[in-house]
């Protein structure tokens, strides 16, 4: 895989009663699917400390100005657990 960049940062979030942190990690600059195209991907999980079980980051959305979405495709969405349900 050639060289690409990676960003990580941790960020709380009110979620119900409780603040939470979330660390986000997006990576681009690279093919990381094998279609020949550079390809961003993001990760966002719970701080070990956050997650009790019961939070969760179902309708996560993102932000992307002009015409940036021109060719945009999101694929290969892997989603998991602590316990393995879904």
């Not at 960003?7 to 279609?35: N, V």
């Not at 996560?60 to 495709?73: K, P």
Request: a negative charge.
């Amino acid at each position: 895989m050639a060289s690409y960049t990676s960003y990580t940062t941790t960020y709380t979030e009110r979620l119900g009663d409780t603040d939470e942190q979330i660390e986000a990690t997006f990576e681009y600059g690279a093919d990381f699917t094998g279609d020949g195209n550079d390809d961003i991907r993001v990760t966002l999980s719970f701080v070990d400390g956050s997650n009790s079980g019961t939070e969760d980051l179902i309708g996560v959305a993102f932000d992307i100005q002009d015409n940036a979405v021109a060719g945009l495709s999101i694929t290969d969405i892997q989603t998991a657990t602590a316990n393995g349900a879904l």
